[in-house]
Protein backbone atom coordinates (compact mmCIF):
# COMPACT_ATOMS: atom_id res chain seq x y z
CA UNK A 1 0.00 0.00 0.00
CA UNK A 2 1.07 3.51 -0.60
CA UNK A 3 1.93 5.65 1.96
CA UNK A 4 0.26 8.89 2.51
CA UNK A 5 2.61 11.22 4.35
CA UNK A 6 0.55 12.44 6.47
CA UNK A 7 1.66 10.21 9.24
CA UNK A 8 5.27 11.56 8.93
CA UNK A 9 4.40 15.54 9.34
CA UNK A 10 3.71 16.60 13.24
CA UNK A 11 0.63 19.66 12.86
CA UNK A 12 -1.96 20.75 14.66
CA UNK A 13 -4.27 17.42 13.46
CA UNK A 14 -2.75 16.08 15.70
CA UNK A 15 -4.69 15.14 19.61
CA UNK A 16 -3.74 16.79 22.24
CA UNK A 17 -4.51 14.01 24.35
CA UNK A 18 -0.68 12.39 24.64
CA UNK A 19 0.52 16.12 25.29
CA UNK A 20 -1.45 16.62 27.95
CA UNK A 21 -0.12 12.98 29.61
CA UNK A 22 3.32 13.72 29.23
CA UNK A 23 2.67 17.59 30.76
CA UNK A 24 1.27 15.69 34.16
CA UNK A 25 4.70 13.68 33.84
CA UNK A 26 6.51 16.97 33.95
CA UNK A 27 4.70 18.26 37.01
CA UNK A 28 5.32 15.00 38.55
CA UNK A 29 8.78 15.35 38.08
CA UNK A 30 9.25 19.10 38.92
CA UNK A 31 7.33 18.17 42.09
CA UNK A 32 10.64 16.25 43.24
CA UNK A 33 12.70 19.88 43.66
CA UNK A 34 9.42 21.29 44.78
CA UNK A 35 9.47 18.86 47.46
CA UNK A 36 13.26 18.34 47.68
CA UNK A 37 13.27 15.00 47.24
CA UNK A 38 17.03 14.20 45.62
CA UNK A 39 16.51 10.97 44.70
CA UNK A 40 13.57 12.00 41.96
CA UNK A 41 15.94 13.42 40.13
CA UNK A 42 17.64 10.62 38.36
CA UNK A 43 14.38 10.50 36.63
CA UNK A 44 14.14 13.97 35.61
CA UNK A 45 17.35 14.12 33.95
CA UNK A 46 16.42 11.02 31.86
CA UNK A 47 13.26 12.91 30.79
CA UNK A 48 14.98 16.11 30.31
CA UNK A 49 17.60 14.62 28.21
CA UNK A 50 15.05 13.02 25.87
CA UNK A 51 12.97 16.09 25.39
CA UNK A 52 16.07 18.09 24.62
CA UNK A 53 17.08 14.83 22.13
CA UNK A 54 13.89 14.96 20.26
CA UNK A 55 13.74 18.71 19.92
CA UNK A 56 17.47 18.72 18.61
CA UNK A 57 16.17 16.00 16.30
CA UNK A 58 12.83 18.09 14.77
CA UNK A 59 15.34 21.48 15.03
CA UNK A 60 17.97 19.79 12.59
CA UNK A 61 15.32 18.19 10.23
CA UNK A 62 12.58 21.41 10.18
CA UNK A 63 12.70 21.81 6.80
CA UNK A 64 11.76 18.12 6.24
CA UNK A 65 10.08 16.19 9.08
CA UNK A 66 9.66 13.02 6.58
CA UNK A 67 12.35 10.73 8.24
CA UNK A 68 10.07 10.72 11.10
CA UNK A 69 7.17 9.02 12.38
CA UNK A 70 4.94 10.28 14.78
CA UNK A 71 2.49 7.73 16.09
CA UNK A 72 0.28 10.44 17.76
CA UNK A 73 -3.10 9.69 17.39
CA UNK A 74 -5.27 12.64 15.19
CA UNK A 75 -8.46 12.69 16.81
CA UNK A 76 -9.33 12.36 20.80
CA UNK A 77 -11.82 9.36 20.31
CA UNK A 78 -8.57 7.73 18.86
CA UNK A 79 -6.34 9.02 21.92
CA UNK A 80 -8.73 7.52 24.22
CA UNK A 81 -9.82 4.55 22.68
CA UNK A 82 -5.97 3.77 22.43
CA UNK A 83 -5.76 4.25 26.54
CA UNK A 84 -8.17 1.76 27.63
CA UNK A 85 -7.29 -1.01 24.96
CA UNK A 86 -4.13 -0.58 27.18
CA UNK A 87 -5.64 -0.21 29.92
CA UNK A 88 -7.80 -3.46 29.93
CA UNK A 89 -4.89 -5.36 28.01
CA UNK A 90 -2.74 -5.87 31.44
CA UNK A 91 -5.69 -5.92 33.43
CA UNK A 92 -7.16 -8.92 31.59
CA UNK A 93 -3.41 -10.91 31.68
CA UNK A 94 -3.27 -10.06 35.53
CA UNK A 95 -6.49 -11.89 36.19
CA UNK A 96 -6.52 -14.73 33.63
CA UNK A 97 -2.90 -15.67 33.92
CA UNK A 98 -0.17 -16.94 36.27
CA UNK A 99 2.44 -14.75 34.75
CA UNK A 100 1.94 -11.61 35.13
CA UNK A 101 2.86 -8.45 33.53
CA UNK A 102 4.38 -6.50 35.59
CA UNK A 103 7.00 -9.66 36.65
CA UNK A 104 8.01 -9.50 32.76
CA UNK A 105 7.85 -6.13 32.16
CA UNK A 106 9.08 -4.35 35.64
CA UNK A 107 8.37 -0.29 36.13
CA UNK A 108 10.57 1.46 36.05
CA UNK A 109 10.00 3.67 39.22
CA UNK A 110 9.65 0.76 41.89
CA UNK A 111 11.55 -2.33 40.68
CA UNK A 112 15.80 -2.09 41.96
CA UNK A 113 18.16 -2.97 43.71
CA UNK A 114 19.60 -1.41 46.69
CA UNK A 115 23.00 -0.69 44.60
CA UNK A 116 21.47 0.58 41.78
CA UNK A 117 21.98 4.33 40.26
CA UNK A 118 18.51 5.35 40.52
CA UNK A 119 18.60 3.99 44.43
CA UNK A 120 15.10 3.03 44.49
CA UNK A 121 14.30 6.51 43.61
CA UNK A 122 10.51 6.06 43.51
CA UNK A 123 9.81 3.45 46.12
CA UNK A 124 12.20 6.82 48.73
CA UNK A 125 9.84 9.05 47.64
CA UNK A 126 6.64 7.13 48.20
CA UNK A 127 8.12 6.08 51.78
CA UNK A 128 8.39 9.45 52.15
CA UNK A 129 4.66 10.90 50.83
CA UNK A 130 1.92 9.55 51.27
CA UNK A 131 0.17 7.14 49.78
CA UNK A 132 -1.26 9.29 47.02
CA UNK A 133 2.03 10.44 45.87
CA UNK A 134 2.90 5.92 45.13
CA UNK A 135 -0.03 6.09 43.03
CA UNK A 136 0.51 9.32 41.49
CA UNK A 137 4.88 8.64 40.70
CA UNK A 138 4.30 4.47 39.76
CA UNK A 139 0.94 5.29 37.64
CA UNK A 140 1.34 8.27 36.39
CA UNK A 141 4.94 9.69 36.39
CA UNK A 142 6.89 6.55 35.43
CA UNK A 143 3.96 5.08 33.22
CA UNK A 144 3.57 7.90 30.93
CA UNK A 145 7.32 8.89 31.19
CA UNK A 146 8.31 5.05 29.99
CA UNK A 147 6.23 5.66 27.03
CA UNK A 148 7.67 9.00 26.01
CA UNK A 149 11.79 7.63 26.85
CA UNK A 150 11.01 4.56 25.66
CA UNK A 151 8.84 4.74 22.85
CA UNK A 152 9.35 7.66 21.18
CA UNK A 153 12.06 9.60 22.43
CA UNK A 154 15.33 7.20 21.69
CA UNK A 155 13.24 5.90 18.42
CA UNK A 156 13.70 9.57 17.51
CA UNK A 157 17.17 10.10 18.14
CA UNK A 158 17.87 6.45 17.11
CA UNK A 159 16.43 7.64 13.63
CA UNK A 160 18.58 10.51 13.28
CA UNK A 161 22.04 7.78 14.17
CA UNK A 162 20.33 5.71 11.05
CA UNK A 163 19.80 9.47 9.21
CA UNK A 164 24.14 10.00 9.54
CA UNK A 165 25.27 6.54 9.31
CA UNK A 166 23.09 6.89 5.74
CA UNK A 167 24.80 9.97 4.67
CA UNK A 168 27.93 8.77 5.41
CA UNK A 169 27.01 5.35 4.13
CA UNK A 170 24.85 5.63 1.07
CA UNK A 171 25.05 2.49 0.06
CA UNK A 172 23.75 0.74 2.51
CA UNK A 173 20.26 1.47 1.23
CA UNK A 174 19.45 3.51 -2.25
CA UNK A 175 15.70 2.88 -2.10
CA UNK A 176 13.62 5.83 -0.26
CA UNK A 177 11.88 2.78 1.26
CA UNK A 178 15.55 0.64 2.38
CA UNK A 179 16.59 4.16 3.70
CA UNK A 180 13.20 4.40 5.63
CA UNK A 181 13.55 0.94 6.91
CA UNK A 182 17.16 1.27 8.15
CA UNK A 183 16.61 4.24 10.05
CA UNK A 184 13.64 2.20 11.55
CA UNK A 185 15.69 -0.41 12.25
CA UNK A 186 18.36 1.37 14.21
CA UNK A 187 15.63 3.61 16.00
CA UNK A 188 14.16 0.32 17.12
CA UNK A 189 17.82 -1.33 17.95
CA UNK A 190 18.85 2.43 19.83
CA UNK A 191 15.64 2.26 22.06
CA UNK A 192 16.59 -1.57 22.82
CA UNK A 193 19.77 -0.17 24.01
CA UNK A 194 18.85 2.82 26.44
CA UNK A 195 16.36 0.04 27.69
CA UNK A 196 18.81 -2.51 28.62
CA UNK A 197 21.63 0.08 30.03
CA UNK A 198 18.97 2.38 31.84
CA UNK A 199 17.46 -1.19 33.73
CA UNK A 200 20.51 -2.78 33.74
CA UNK A 201 21.94 0.11 35.59
CA UNK A 202 18.71 0.26 37.86
CA UNK A 203 19.01 -3.27 39.20
CA UNK A 204 15.23 -3.81 37.57
CA UNK A 205 16.61 -7.63 36.26
CA UNK A 206 18.63 -10.50 37.92
CA UNK A 207 17.19 -12.81 35.32
CA UNK A 208 18.80 -12.86 31.86
CA UNK A 209 15.95 -14.96 30.46
CA UNK A 210 13.76 -12.30 32.18
CA UNK A 211 15.77 -9.71 30.93
CA UNK A 212 15.71 -10.90 27.41
CA UNK A 213 11.92 -11.37 27.47
CA UNK A 214 11.25 -7.83 28.94
CA UNK A 215 13.57 -6.62 25.72
CA UNK A 216 11.70 -8.64 23.45
CA UNK A 217 8.22 -6.86 24.89
CA UNK A 218 9.77 -3.76 24.12
CA UNK A 219 10.35 -4.43 20.67
CA UNK A 220 7.08 -5.94 19.86
CA UNK A 221 5.70 -2.44 21.42
CA UNK A 222 7.58 -0.35 18.69
CA UNK A 223 6.75 -2.55 15.94
CA UNK A 224 3.09 -2.75 16.99
CA UNK A 225 3.44 1.40 17.59
CA UNK A 226 5.38 1.93 14.21
CA UNK A 227 4.80 -0.82 11.99
CA UNK A 228 1.13 -1.44 12.57
CA UNK A 229 0.26 2.30 12.85
CA UNK A 230 -1.49 1.46 16.32
CA UNK A 231 -2.00 4.43 18.83
CA UNK A 232 0.61 5.96 21.31
CA UNK A 233 -1.68 6.28 23.97
CA UNK A 234 -2.65 2.46 23.83
CA UNK A 235 1.20 2.06 24.88
CA UNK A 236 0.65 4.40 27.46
CA UNK A 237 -2.44 2.68 28.81
CA UNK A 238 -0.13 -0.39 29.09
CA UNK A 239 2.47 0.70 30.69
CA UNK A 240 0.15 2.72 33.10
CA UNK A 241 -1.72 -0.50 33.74
CA UNK A 242 1.20 -2.81 34.45
CA UNK A 243 2.21 -0.26 36.81
CA UNK A 244 -1.08 -0.17 38.84
CA UNK A 245 -0.77 -3.75 39.09
CA UNK A 246 2.39 -4.32 40.13
CA UNK A 247 1.86 -2.48 43.80
CA UNK A 248 -1.91 -3.16 43.55
CA UNK A 249 -3.38 -2.15 47.38
CA UNK A 250 -0.52 0.65 47.64
CA UNK A 251 -1.74 1.91 44.18
CA UNK A 252 -6.00 1.26 44.97
CA UNK A 253 -5.72 3.14 48.03
CA UNK A 254 -3.65 6.00 46.65
CA UNK A 255 -6.39 6.12 43.83
CA UNK A 256 -8.96 6.30 46.50
CA UNK A 257 -7.64 8.95 48.37
CA UNK A 258 -8.67 13.35 47.81
CA UNK A 259 -6.37 13.57 45.50
CA UNK A 260 -6.41 10.46 43.47
CA UNK A 261 -10.18 10.66 42.98
CA UNK A 262 -9.34 14.14 40.86
CA UNK A 263 -7.27 12.08 38.80
CA UNK A 264 -9.61 9.66 38.67
CA UNK A 265 -12.48 12.01 37.52
CA UNK A 266 -10.24 12.76 34.76
CA UNK A 267 -10.29 9.23 32.94
CA UNK A 268 -13.67 8.70 34.36
CA UNK A 269 -14.55 11.27 31.80
CA UNK A 270 -12.66 9.97 29.02
CA UNK A 271 -14.27 6.81 29.62
CA UNK A 272 -17.53 8.41 29.13
CA UNK A 273 -16.49 10.00 26.00
CA UNK A 274 -15.68 6.73 24.88
CA UNK A 275 -18.83 5.29 25.20
CA UNK A 276 -20.68 7.75 24.01
CA UNK A 277 -18.79 7.95 21.41
CA UNK A 278 -18.29 3.84 20.69
CA UNK A 279 -20.18 3.53 17.57
CA UNK A 280 -17.42 6.05 15.56
CA UNK A 281 -14.61 3.06 16.59
CA UNK A 282 -14.78 1.13 13.60
CA UNK A 283 -14.77 4.20 11.66
CA UNK A 284 -11.34 4.75 13.11
CA UNK A 285 -9.81 1.54 11.06
CA UNK A 286 -11.30 2.32 8.16
CA UNK A 287 -7.99 2.81 5.13
CA UNK A 288 -5.95 2.52 8.34
CA UNK A 289 -2.10 2.32 6.70
CA UNK A 290 0.36 -0.27 7.75
CA UNK A 291 3.94 -0.08 7.66
CA UNK A 292 6.65 2.49 8.18
Do not use: C
Not at 9 to 34: H, N, V
Not at 123 to 139: E, H, N, R
Not at 144 to 158: D, H, K, P, Q
Not at 181 to 188: C, H, I
Amino acid sequence: MAQSKDRFRLDATRSLLFPIFLFITLLGIGSTYALNLENGRIYFIIILTSIVGVYVGFFFFRRDTTIFEFPFEKTLLQGVFGLYVGFLLPTIINLISSVKTYQVIKPFAIFSTAGGVTGQSFKIITLQLDKFWSYFYTVWVAGIGETFVFNFATIVIGIIIGHFILEFNPNIAKTEKGKRMFRAGVGLLFSGLVFVISHGLNGSYNDLNMFLLAFLFLLLMNFILYFLNFFIMFVVGFHMSNNFWANLQENLAGALTTKGLILDAFLLILLMYLVLNFKKVPEMFKGHEYGW
